[in-house]
């Protein structure tokens, strides 16, 4: 589908370390990076990134390739898109022919982007010059919103008309079907199809990279009687998922980049008040509760959040819900509970950016010491022993997932972590030593925990693919002359894992086709993330049994031997469970048994040492 000169062109443009620092913040170590692996649980850093091989590895979940396979991973896309996005971040054109196919993946969602667009200008033309939309202007203007902050966040509006979008649609000749996979239009059983969005006020959803994605809807408040909800968004599409994005991140990032802090609220309007009052590095999450994906997603810019919430006990609660979640992340987070039970919009319009800021100073506490605060609330410290030990078990148990800090060592993490627990003991009026202990074993529990995993996962890896089919790939890794004899020697046949057989074919077409089968080529010429990540580890393995340096004839005697031996063993296998199921004539047992030993004999022969 892609011709490898544009995927070269792509790779030598694309440095694998400035990609990845896009999404996650690296810290060097040695000669080569590392990062909190967005893909588990990670409170060590185990991703890492190779500049010279331009590769990245984690070791934990076993996932690994090259700038393709980053993309792929974290943007869930299929390998065509990740090549375009590739190419466009590279400023390499690619030309018709070497676009994906139409109807590919990635050609399709392009398309979704498009009509996504195209809905998201609609509506704002309306609620800017249309005369239906006179209503939604007056209620935005009476919340303090601006025309500049209107064009400015790509507000819009969609009139109650039912059929309102579907006529322009059909005049501009657009597919219904396209809206509907975007989530905007619906249809019900023997009626046409209808705006979901109908008679709201509409905030544009972008992502990261500003494309529209996604539409939240506000209902008027003179319509509010007769509406099912206040605010609806848009349904999981192929381009929007609520657990992925935060509003208003494609207009704060640079701004967050810049402070090093994210201001998280809870509200659209909540933002677009902050960013007028110049707090520009200020976004929100989309209708659900901040999750772990909005974490990894911010840590792409800010060192610092600062989550701002509500001053209503419900906004206190939910802070103690997402403690656990910062803590496990390798990010400085505080919290700002706001008095008077005022929402950030009604704070900075009542009472101005200086006092907010002020706020921001003054009122926004460390997490941990706001987990220390949630967990001791109501609790009778003097008195009540049980809840004094449960809140500092609580406490304690959040510590313990705590990962290192960037550019801390073990010493200095424990320094800082005893300084939070002789705060803890001070306020439950437990001795220090026996939090001290108690905090060692909730994370020699999580260790033990992550060790495990780590094992079962390498015993698995381990049984998809037999050694056999291992050592001869990274003898075709080693050299292109060890390549050769591999190919004259055993055939794709010989392979039973279809990963390694893909990968076995693949450096034999190259070789035939005059193209050394390096690691470097065939990572490049492998499109599944699957098989380059085993293609990464193999080219390890064969780095460190230095197979390279090797006598290629002894290479090839020893895959031999270890061959005819593989196919021995699986032979016997089949015959004694032949054996096993019973139900044969003596003499037909017999001729087996015969069988079984003659495969021994030759077995125990081929494996005789010779000379020369």
């Known amino acids: 589908m892609y011709s490898p000169e544009i995927k070269e062109r792509i790779r030598q443009a694309v440095d694998i370390v400035d990609l990845v620092e896009r999404y996650l913040p690296l810290r060097r170590q040695g000669r080569g990076f590392v990062a909190l692996c967005p893909w588990h649980d990670d409170h060590r850093p185990s991703l890492q990134v190779n500049p010279e091989r331009q590769v990245f590895r984690c070791f934990v979940c076993d996932i690994g390739g090259d700038i393709f396979s980053f993309i792929m991973k974290m943007e869930g896309v299929e390998f065509p898109e990740a090549v375009e996005m590739l190419a466009e971040m590279a400023g390499i054109p690619l030309p018709r022919t070497d676009r994906g196919a139409k109807g590919s993946s990635g050609e399709q969602k392009q398309d979704l982007f498009r009509i996504m667009a195209w809905a998201e200008e609609q509506y704002h033309r309306c609620l800017l010059d249309m005369p239906e939309a006179e209503t939604a202007r007056k209620y935005l203007l009476g919340r303090g919103l601006s025309r500049e902050s209107v064009v400015r966040f790509r507000l819009g509006y969609s009139p109650p008309q039912p059929d309102w979008l579907l006529r322009r649609a059909r005049h501009e000749g657009i597919d219904p079907t396209g809206l509907a ?124 959040v600062v989550l701002v919430l509500d001053g209503d006990a419900a906004g206190q609660r939910r802070a103690a819900q997402v403690l656990e979640l910062f803590v496990a992340r390798q990010i400085d987070m505080r919290v700002l509970t706001l008095p008077d039970n005022l929402d950030p919009c009604d704070f900075l319009i009542q009472r101005g950016a200086a006092a907010f800021a002020a706020a921001l100073e003054r009122d926004a506490t460390d997490a941990l010491d706001h987990a220390v605060a949630e967990a001791t609330r109501g609790v009778e410290l003097e008195r009540d022993v049980a809840g004094a030990t449960r809140a500092a078990e609580n406490v304690l148990a959040v510590i313990a997932k705590a990962p290192l800090r960037a550019g801390e060592t ?66 075709v890794l080693s050299s292109p002359q060890a390549a050769q004899r591999v190919f004259e020697t055993f055939t794709a046949a010989d392979f039973r894992s279809a990963a390694s057989r893909a990968i076995f074919e693949t450096a034999r077409d190259l070789q035939f086709s005059g193209i050394p089968p390096t690691w470097e080529k065939l990572l490049l010429a492998i499109d599944d993330p699957e098989r380059k990540n085993l293609l990464i580890d193999l080219d390890e393995e064969a780095r460190r049994k230095l197979i390279a340096g090797q006598n290629v004839e002894d290479l090839i005697r020893d895959l031999l031997k270890s ?50």
């Open 181 to 304: 996979k975007v989530g905007i239009l619906l249809q019900s059983t023997g009626r046409d199809w209808f705006d979901r969005f109908r008679g709201r006020v509409l905030f544009a959803i972008h992502d990261p990279q500003g494309r529209s994605v996604g539409l939240g809807g506000r209902v008027l408040p003179d319509a509010a009687a007769t509406s099912p909800a206040k605010y609806i968004n848009s349904p999981d599409t192929p381009l929007f998922n609520k657990s992925r994005l935060l509003y208003g991140l494609d207009l704060a990032r640079e701004a967050i980049r810049k402070t090093g802090t994210a201001l998280i609220m809870e509200g659209y309007t909540d933002v677009i008040a902050a960013h007028r009052f110049g707090f520009t590095n200020a976004v929100a999450v989309l209708g659900t509760a901040l999750g772990d994906s909005h974490l990894r997603l911010l840590q792409r810019y800010a060192d610092r």
């Open 563 to 612: 061959f005819h031996e593989r196919e021995a063993f699986r032979r016997r296998g089949d015959l004694q469970g032949v054996l096993r199921q019973g139900g044969l004539q003596p003499d037909k047992e017999l001729e087996l048994l015969m069988r079984i030993v003659e495969q021994e004999r030759n077995r125990q022969k081929f494996a005789e040492p010779t000379d020369g």
């Open 410 to 475: 073990s010493v200095q993490q424990q320094a800082r972590e005893w300084k939070i627990v002789a705060r803890l003991a001070a306020m439950t009026r437990i001795h220090e030593d026996l939090l001290r202990r108690r905090l060692a074993e909730l994370r020699a529990a999580n260790e033990r925990r992550t060790a495990r995993s780590l094992a079962t996962k390498a015993a698995e890896k381990e049984a998809a693919i037999d050694a056999w089919e291992r050592t001869c790939l990274e003898v």
